[in-house]
């Protein structure tokens, strides 16, 4: 059986509430030998290594290290930065007068790099937190202090809506399996805790299956809507976490997905 390696950050955990972590333990139930690999190590070999650094942008040592193995599972995503993944950002003085979004440039509000920055292990202006989104009429309401801010953007507001309730597309996928999902929830800016009512997906745009290409993803999860007959792309990680569920039902989602490996194996079989 093929090996495969799981590279987190060397101060990062692998913990259950991880997307991952169940899908490394169906491997390992299935006969494969999982490792996880806590930051570069010279001395590591692997068959297959997937890149799961829970940090918007990957550093470089850990970019060179996984230049070493042939079939690596998202080699290529290297940064999930709003900046660089939404297509609706808004310069100030910009034409649009539209509702806007203010948010945190990286992911989950930057708390990981914050965490470093508590440790010493990162500059001091990481130490903030950005928890909560702030949607407002147009964009001569944002204050300047956030036109002037690296780590934040300021978006189009573009929601997807049914009746009274705000709409939010999830799409999960690992290779050639996936799974998606429609979160409806009174409020508009739509979360794991506000979700009323979750709808099973069939379609996912074609749209977005080339955003995947372009970026390099081979598993991850992509938050969009449906606006005006076409796909917005809110959010993406290469790191997701588990949605809150029952564990029956993310079960079927875990076994669906565990399979997309099977292709990557078979690379490295190939390449051996």
């Not at 940090?55 to 996984?66: D, G, S």
């Not at 809506?161 to 709409?167: K, T, V």
């Not at 099973?200 to 993803?217: A, Q």
């Not at 029952?246 to 079989?269: S, V, W």
Request: charged letters at 25%; one cysteine or more.
């Amino acid at each position: 059986m093929p090996h495969i390696g799981i590279l987190i950050h060397e101060h990062g955990s692998f913990g259950t509430q991880y997307y991952l972590r169940w899908l490394a333990d169906i491997w390992s139930e299935l006969g494969h030998q999982v490792t996880v690999i806590q930051g570069p190590t010279e001395a590591f070999e692997a068959d297959v290594v997937v890149l799961h650094v829970d940090l918007t942008v990957v550093p470089e040592n850990y970019l060179e290290f996984i230049r070493r193995f042939p079939v690596v599972i998202n080699r290529s995503v290297e940064d999930i930065s709003k900046r660089r993944i939404t297509q609706n950002l808004v310069a100030q003085g910009d034409d649009y007068d539209g509702p806007v979004i203010v948010k945190a440039d990286r992911n989950w509000g930057g708390r990981r790099e914050a965490q470093l920055a508590a440790k010493g292990l990162g500059p001091d202006s990481d130490r903030r937190i950005l928890r909560e989104y702030l949607v407002l009429e147009s964009q001569h309401r944002v204050p300047e202090v956030v036109w002037q801010d690296p780590l934040i953007i300021v978006d189009r507001f573009l929601p997807e809506r049914r009746g009274d309730l705000y709409c939010l597309r999830m799409w999960k996928f690992f290779g050639d399996q996936e799974a998606s999902v429609l979160g409806l929830s009174p409020e508009p800016i739509v979360k794991a805790a506000n979700i009323v009512r979750r709808e099973p997906l069939t379609d996912v745009p074609e749209e977005l299956r080339e955003i995947r290409k372009e970026l390099g993803f081979d598993f991850g999860k992509f938050d969009y809507a449906i606006v005006d007959g076409g796909p917005v792309l809110y959010d993406v990680n290469r790191t997701p976490a588990i949605p809150p569920l029952p564990k029956e039902q993310n079960m079927i989602e875990f076994q669906r997905l565990a399979e997309g490996l099977r292709p990557f194996i078979l690379g490295a079989d190939q390449i051996s």
